[in-house]
């Protein structure tokens, strides 16, 4: 009988390992992602590491940073990036639908007609809602600091997008600080 005690016991605690595995981050549990040398911060359900990359723009390379983090069928990605060299000498709002102009065409996705995650564009901000083929809801923000591109996107496949979803990803976005 002891044994057969213990052979469920530790069933129960493989199963209580694995649930707790799963178990999606509560909101209180997120942690703060600082661009690093990217003047900014933002909460994500997962601590992550930042990396670095290359991406083309046009006929420039840009050396990337990005963070991604994904819960509950949700994914967050705060990235950043300088404008090549060429932009220098444009206006502010030169610089920013270029910027956002790049983006939405890499995403290959239609805006939706509806607010973006943060309300109504500004001089140095850009947000809206995209869908993806009809199967990915992404909400994109794009901010300009002089030559610096913040970005943050968080996606959901259609068929999830709920309120508790919508919840999160507000969360994701109003959580960003600008240094």
């Not at 601590?47 to 994904?70: C, H, K, S």
Request: with cysteine; charged share 20%; glycine share 6%.
């Amino acid at each position: 009988m002891h044994t057969t005690f213990l052979k469920w016991s530790n069933n129960a605690l493989v199963l209580l390992v694995l649930i707790a595995g799963c178990t999606p981050a509560s909101i209180e549990s997120w942690s703060p992602i600082t661009g690093i040398d990217g003047g900014f911060s933002v909460n994500m359900p997962v601590a992550n590491d930042v990396q670095q990359g290359e991406m083309r723009m046009g006929e420039d390379e840009l050396v990337t940073r990005i963070a991604i983090a994904a819960d509950s069928g949700v994914t967050y990605v705060a990235s950043w990036f300088d404008l090549p060299e060429r932009f220098r000498t444009g206006d502010p709002d030169t610089r920013i639908e270029a910027a956002w102009s790049f983006v939405i065409d890499r995403s290959q996705a239609e805006l939706m007609p509806v607010r973006g995650p943060l309300g109504d564009d500004t001089a140095d901000m850009r947000n809206a809602w995209l869908l993806k083929d009809n199967e990915i809801r992404m909400g994109v923000v794009l901010v300009l600091r002089d030559m610096r591109v913040i970005i943050l996107n968080s996606a959901a496949p259609q068929f999830h997008y709920n309120e508790s979803v919508q919840l999160k990803m507000d969360r994701f976005f109003r959580s960003l600080v600008l240094e």
